[in-house]
T-cell receptor, first 114, second 113 residues
Framework: DAGITQSPRHKVTETGTPVTLRCHQT?????MYWYRQDPGHGLRLIHY???????DKGEVSDGYSVSRSKTEDFLLTLESATSSQTSVYFC?????????????FGSGTRLTVV | GDSVTQMEGPVTLSEEAFLTINCTYT??????LFWYVQYPGEGLQLLLK?????DKGSNKGFEATYRKETTSFHLEKGSVQVSDSAVYFC????????????FGKGITLSVRP
């Protein structure tokens, strides 16, 4: 969607290597989220951010870290990739502290760990 | 904790058939409810939402009514089209500050010409 972009769109990496996924927004929204999508699980929250340098863990945060040094960028890092982290990763943004407005999602990053 | 349960899929329908996709939820307080749609190769898009009991969300011919008594938010469309083929996710947000979306597992809809 316009206003939120994810990079890269596709990546293949080897087990044990570090990987960083980027989410960039031009909407100046304060709230940003990282989800992973897996068959049979739907979307599960990895980490989220309520502002610059203000982040917290979601339900599946093990093996992942995040950083937010600027409002527009939210980075997801896999410190040492494992095959179980093969997934499609989605970033989302929200203008509100409550989710009542819903989220705007990026187009996703398909990550394959071999 | 909060959870969303969607009917098992996939669902295959012929064009112009009636669609119902079931969604029930478990939550404390008064959640808002959403349906998102994901077309092939794309991210999720908000399809419709309802923020309080008895509200009806509607968009693109789809409808869903927030039923607190049955904790349900079933998605319906009277006449599906091939272009409706996608994955549909039911979701809820709790009513607290700093709330987040909780998603169901999603269901794939395929519509045959």
């Amino acid at each position: 969607d316009a206003g939120i972009t994810q990079s890269p769109r596709h990546k293949v990496t080897e087990t044990g290597t570090p990987v960083t996924l980027r989410c960039h927004q031009t909407e100046n929204h304060r709230y940003m989220y990282w989800y992973r999508q897996d068959p049979g699980h739907g979307l599960r929250l990895i980490h989220y951010s309520y502002g610059v340098k203000d982040t917290d863990k979601g339900e599946v945060s093990d093996g992942y870290s995040v950083s937010r040094s600027k409002t527009e960028d939210f980075l997801l890092t896999l410190e040492s990739a494992t095959s179980s982290q093969t997934s499609v990763y989605f970033c989302a943004i929200s203008e509100s502290a409550t989710a009542n407005y819903g989220y705007t999602f990026g187009s996703g990053t398909r990550l394959t760990v071999v | 904790g909060d959870s969303v349960t969607q009917m098992e899929g996939p669902v295959t329908l012929s064009e112009e058939a009636f669609l119902t996709i079931n969604c029930t939820y478990t939550a404390t307080g008064y959640p808002s409810l959403f349906w998102y749609v994901q077309y092939p190769g794309e991210g999720l898009q908000l399809l419709l939402k309802a923020t309080k009991a008895d509200d009806k969300g509607s968009n693109k011919g789809f409808e869903a009514t927030y039923r607190k008594e049955t904790t349900s938010f079933h998605l319906e469309k009277g006449s599906v089209q091939v272009s409706d083929s996608a994955v549909y996710f039911c979701a809820l947000s709790d009513s607290g500050a700093n709330s987040k979306l909780t998603f169901g597992k999603g269901i794939t809809l395929s519509v045959r010409p």
